[in-house]
């Protein structure tokens, strides 16, 4: 892959690997720019609309996923492709640690009416190229890997990444609960008691609930980056989070998200229980099954009708149980496809 300076204007196209022949086909870094953030927005919207994806994110909403550039840099991660100055797919990746070794997570989408072109394998390669390259700048010279979450409905993707020598590993799913009457009675494990949210507990609370998820299967190694970029988001409103105190030591904690620009593109009223914890010490009491309940009361009473989360089918907490006795359902199913490079 080589940048080289289109003849028309000052943009760095790059030339991509076997790019399908499409006539006015460029791809090109995004500068970081309102319209470009608007355009990965557009793309994304359009292909989950397509396979019925929940996620339809706004321009300030993907401005706010790259603020860490330590992870992914749009201007060297991404790429976007454009037919006749149109964009019409982007992909990317960005990098964590999980287990110890650097993994690449990687994605990418198609607006419907461009699909089955060679675009997304296209993209794939060039998602697959620069993962190689970061790769192979890790300091420890160790191992690392790709990974790329698909979901059920993404036949193509499926496809696509087997075809490119992914193994699926784990399967997640995103539950559904239509509707936020008859909430079951779920009362705290004695002595413990829920308290507000001030920014003085932030570091607290956040802190707890990353010490919670490192039990979960391959956990993502949270960063300092992190823990600024979430209390920085335009949609927080930590009026809506349950943190369950015994004491001086947090329990465990619900965070319910509302995602104000989503649901207005989808014509819903849709909470989301993004992070649901609880330390070893106060487990199988029933403490995750009372904040499951609470948060979706806080829901119910922020005028939402509807709640959703995401769960490991192999969660080692039980969490799955918990939250079909609570009137979740499954509704989509996620695999994890992963491929590892030797350093």
């Known amino acids: 892959?080589?940048?080289?300076?289109?003849?028309?204007?000052?943009?760095?196209?790059?030339?991509?690997?076997?790019?399908?022949?499409?006539?006015g086909l460029r791809f090109r870094r995004p500068r970081g720019?309102?319209?470009?953030?608007?355009?990965?927005?557009?793309i994304t919207v359009a292909s989950n609309r397509a396979d019925e994806i929940p996620f339809l994110p706004s321009a300030e909403h993907l401005r706010e996923e790259f603020d860490d550039l330590s992870r992914s840099d749009p201007t060297r991660d991404v790429v976007?492709?454009?037919?006749?100055?149109?964009?019409?797919?982007?992909?990317?990746?960005?990098?964590?640690?999980?287990?110890?070794?650097?993994?690449?997570?990687?994605?990418?989408?198609?607006?419907p009416a461009w699909?089955?072109?060679?675009?997304?394998?296209?993209?794939?390669?060039?998602?697959?190229?620069?993962?190689?390259?970061?790769?192979?700048?890790e300091p420890d010279g160790?191992?690392?890997?790709?990974?790329?979450h698909v979901d059920?409905?993404?036949?193509?993707?499926?496809?696509?990444?087997?075809?490119?020598?992914?193994?699926?590993?784990?399967?997640?799913?995103?539950m559904r609960r239509p509707t936020l009457d008859d909430i079951p009675y779920a009362p705290l494990p004695d002595g413990l008691d829920i308290r507000p949210v001030t920014p003085d507990?932030?570091?607290?609370?956040w802190d707890a609930d990353n010490e919670a998820f490192r039990d979960h299967w391959q956990a993502r190694e949270p960063e300092e980056s992190d823990f600024t970029s979430l209390f920085a988001k335009a949609d927080l409103d930590t009026s809506l989070w349950a943190v369950a105190w015994d004491g001086d030591e947090i329990a465990g904690v619900v965070q319910p998200w509302i995602w104000k620009d989503e649901?207005?593109?989808?014509?819903?009223?849709?909470?989301?229980?993004?992070?649901?914890?609880?330390?070893?010490?106060?487990?199988?009491?029933?403490?995750?099954?009372a904040l499951t309940a609470e948060g979706l009361r806080r829901l119910r009473a922020a005028g939402m009708s509807e709640a959703m989360l995401g769960v490991d089918a192999e969660n080692p907490t039980g969490a799955l149980g918990v939250y079909e006795r609570l009137g979740f359902e499954v509704h989509q199913r996620t695999t994890a496809y992963a491929i590892r490079f030797e350093g």
């Open 80 to 111: 976007l492709a454009e037919v006749a100055g149109a964009p019409v797919a982007e992909a990317g990746m960005a990098r964590t640690m999980r287990a110890g070794i650097p993994v690449y997570e990687i994605w990418g989408h198609v607006d």
């Open 201 to 205: 507990l932030h570091r607290r609370i």
């Open 142 to 148: 160790g191992p690392f890997g790709a990974r790329a």
């Open 115 to 137: 699909r089955r072109r060679g675009l997304g394998r296209a993209l794939l390669r060039e998602n697959l190229r620069r993962t190689r390259e970061r790769g192979a700048k």
């Open 263 to 289: 649901n207005r593109e989808l014509g819903v009223q849709r909470g989301w229980l993004e992070h649901i914890s609880v330390r070893r010490p106060w487990r199988r009491r029933g403490l995750g099954r």
């Open 152 to 174: 059920e409905h993404e036949i193509g993707h499926h496809r696509l990444v087997a075809d490119a020598g992914f193994e699926p590993i784990r399967w997640y799913f995103m």
């Open 33 to 42: 720019d309102d319209d470009d953030f608007a355009a990965l927005a557009a």
């Open 1 to 23: 892959m080589t940048a080289t300076r289109a003849a028309d204007d000052d943009t760095p196209w790059l030339d991509l690997a076997r790019a399908p022949a499409i006539e």
